[in-house]
């Protein structure tokens, strides 16, 4: 017998995604109003569910208001669903589509034939509202990155840890990562310092190339040699192959790599090691994506540090080493929109969101 799922499409799509992506119905009804239709969310969703495997089908027209309205689309669409197993799923829409949608369905379809569930998401449970004797599901994890992204309206591009080499370099450095982390108290003005020298503040060049692909001057020199933990520092740069250093006031950087790594990008390192020990399902560092309905060449991109998905829920972190005790309250301020912004609408209503 055919399966047929009918959804009542809302500003949330995970509710109505992941039951979907856990059973693989033959068929998805994805019942909309004008409004759900103007804001492109079921054309949204069923470029997931194609993504996915999962044929689909998008009813349009569902009234807002008035129940009454409601009733008769519902019977309508009923009518026409004979010799097929029916899964409602009454969690989007508002709640007169619920009711009336749950009302009808009832009432038209109980012969044996009829499931109507709940994605209570809060809690990671499918709810089975009919027939009443059945158990609730636990919610499988069925998400990754890019699928997450997809429900937000984010098209994902890439992320610098998709790459095998990256990956490699970042695992062989993870002992010095984990360093710089746990003696980030003692090394603040050490990572100033090298900041200094590859970036070139304080009126010289840097290391870097105005293009930024390539090193210019690799050769750079501290004002005194590296002393205490400084020194501990640059003798575990050294044997991480990242610079030449000898003991002295003069250093090499020897890749543009390197000079990036050292200039501040461990930090993501570090929270992608962190994360990925702590054995969440997708992690992903130097994430970059696009908004929905923007060409691939043309687009801005949104760049995340690190986007972990897990049990169906996105973490977002934004990396930052830098002191936010200086008392440029703009610049803290900034941050912290940025990365709230990014956190909401890359991660809906269960995204969390960590500033670093």
Known sequence: ?????????????LPNLIPA????????????SDDMVSKGLPQRLQKILKDQGIGSEVRTGLPSAGLERIRDYALELASELTDTSITLNATGGNKLMSIAFVDVFKNLLSGGRLRIIYTDTAHKMIETLFPLDEPAIPLTAVL???????????????ADSDGEQWCEKAIARKSLTKFFAREAHQLDSFFGALS???????????????????????????????RGTWKKAMVKIVETGLVE??????????TVDAARYLSGFWLEEY??????????????????????GTSKAHAP?????????????????????LRLDQGDHVKEQNIVTKLESLGRNAGGTFGTSLLL
């Open 21 to 32: 992506m856990m059973e693989k119905p033959s068929q998805v009804l994805l019942v909309a």
């Open 144 to 158: 990754n990155v890019p699928v997450y992204l997809a429900t937000q309206g984010l098209t994902y591009r890439g």
């Open 245 to 254: 250093w000898s003991g002295g006031t003069e250093l090499h950087f020897n």
């Open 301 to 321: 991109r949104n760049e995340f540090d690190l986007l972990a998905v897990h049990d169906n829920r996105l973490l977002v972190i934004e990396c930052k080493t």
């Open 271 to 292: 929270a992608w090691h962190v994360v990925r020990d702590s054995g969440l399902q997708d992690v992903r560092c130097g994430v970059e994506c696009t908004w929905e």
């Open 1 to 13: 017998m055919t399966s047929i799922y009918v959804a009542l499409v809302s500003d949330q799509l």
């Open 196 to 226: 200094g020298l590859i970036h070139g503040n304080g009126g010289r060049g840097g290391v870097f190339s105005d293009s930024g692909d390539q090193l210019t001057a690799p050769k750079q020199a501290f004002s005194k040699p590296p």
